[in-house]
């Protein structure tokens, strides 16, 4: 039985103020990942962000596609873009709303194939590490391209 290797490719960029070229990797990726960033993006600019994550669901046109966002679930991922109405949301409403809204058709071109609002990652009683480390609730959230 033959396998074959992904192809990795990682850009180092300003995702808020994406180029051509990062349009074009966009449509040909198979996983974008978003792990702790996505709270920070929105502090430093909300609209930029939604925008960012409106792109994503447009133009990541690949069938079997995947967006997948972990979070810290703490009070800084409750944000406040203005485009949303002004009001303090989770991270994680904000984005089911916008990756699973649906068309002019009626229609969802993405589903939400995995989700936690809230899970614990809980250290080993008695782990010894030279810094200190915290337990810390999470979520996530795993977005698949249906069409």
Same mark, same amino acid.
């Given at each position: 039985? =033959?396998? =074959? ?13 994406? !180029? ?12 974008? =990942? ?11 600019? $909300?609209?930029? !962000? ?6 994503? &669901?447009?133009?990541?046109?690949? &069938? ?9 679930? *703490? !009070? ?8 949303? *109405? $002004? @009001?303090? @949301? /989770? ?12 068309? +002019?058709?009626?229609? +969802? =071109? /993405? ?6 609002? +809230?899970?614990?990652? &809980? ?25």
């Amino acid at each position: 039985m =033959t396998t =074959t290797a992904p192809i990795l490719h990682f850009e180092q960029l300003d995702v808020l103020h994406p !180029t051509e070229k990062v349009f074009k990797l966009w449509k040909r990726a198979h996983l974008i =990942t978003f792990c702790f960033v996505v709270a920070e993006l929105f502090k430093a600019d $909300g609209d930029n !962000t939604l925008l960012l994550f409106r792109r994503l &669901r447009d133009q990541m046109s690949k &069938r079997g596609a995947m967006i997948l966002v972990i979070e810290s679930a *703490g !009070t800084f991922s409750f944000v406040k873009p203005k485009k949303v *109405g $002004g @009001q303090k @949301q /989770w991270i994680y409403c904000i984005l089911d709303r916008l990756l699973l809204e649906r068309n +002019s058709e009626g229609v +969802s =071109t /993405w589903e939400c194939v995995a989700k936690s609002d +809230s899970e614990w990652f &809980r250290l080993e009683k008695g782990l010894d590490y030279p810094l200190k480390l915290n337990n810390m609730r999470y979520f996530y959230r795993l977005y698949r391209r249906k069409q």
